[in-house]
């Protein structure tokens, strides 16, 4: 058993095979390659990614697996973390988001190294203009570290369909982030199922939000793009 596997064993009762753990460890290994000239994350150790990019990423898997069957997206997936690692894992039919085009054009070329080509997609552009494009097109959606919840609620809503899942990676949201998030919640059609704390394998604590699109939003989405972030919605 391979380091990764035996943090994901020990720490989160998690199995990874060993073929499974060899693609794992190659993206991460094509991620820090393409690091050295763009710039896709700021761990630069293996060691480092381990933890803080595989451990983490494979920490929602328990969720992506219990989610209605169907296309998963990874909203702002920067160096494709969680949603290479959760593809992996999965095999779900995989959407990579982000509005740098070289950064997903980077992910592609990886995709087609680890023999994903046939589930990994790409998407170049804003989270509200794919909401236009495939709503309600998702059963799952993951956002790592990349804005308040509120904000991830709203975005995420036009493109899950009912029944759908967003799971939000959060470090450790403020008292005041989350009671916002949950006011919402009838405004933009989600419900959150469950909320879970716990950490890795270095100390570092995190929180995992999954929400579940449960009712048609009460206001029109997606509204105006960079407006969830620049004027989110209030309870």
């Known amino acids: 058993m391979g380091r990764l596997a035996d943090i994901m064993a020990q720490h989160h009762g998690i199995d990874i095979d060993g073929d499974q753990e060899g693609l794992l460890m190659k993206d991460l290994h094509a991620i820090m390659k393409i690091n050295e000239t ?3 994350t700021r761990i630069l150790s293996e060691e480092g990614g381990i933890v803080l990019h595989l451990e983490d ?8 697996e219990k989610a209605p ?3 998963y997206a990874d909203l702002g997936t920067g160096g494709g973390f969680p949603g290479m690692p959760l593809c992996i894992m999965t095999r779900r039919p995989t959407l990579l988001v982000d509005s ?3 950064k997903v054009r980077a992910l592609q070329g990886v995709a087609q190294e680890l023999g994903l080509e046939d589930k990994v997609d790409v998407y170049a552009g804003r989270i509200e203009d794919l909401g236009r494009e495939r709503a309600g097109e998702f059963s799952v959606l993951t956002a790592r570290a990349l804005s308040a919840l509120g904000s991830l609620m709203e975005l995420a809503s036009p493109l899950l369909r009912r ?3 967003l799971l939000c990676y959060k470090a450790q949201p403020s008292e005041e982030e989350v009671a916002c998030a949950l006011g919402i919640q009838e405004m933009v059609g989600m419900t959150l199922k ?3 704390d716990f950490s890795l394998s270095d100390g570092s604590t995190r929180c995992m939000f999954v929400f579940e699109k449960t009712s048609k939003p009460r206001v029109k ?3 105006r793009v960079g407006l969830a972030q620049k004027d989110p919605l209030h309870p």
């Open 100 to 102: 740098v085009q070289k």
């Open 194 to 196: 469950e909320r879970r």
């Open 163 to 165: 029944g759908g899942i």
């Open 38 to 40: 763009m710039n896709l």
């Open 221 to 223: 989405l997606p509204r």
């Open 69 to 71: 069957d169907g296309a």
């Open 57 to 64: 990423s494979l920490t929602g898997l328990p969720f992506v």
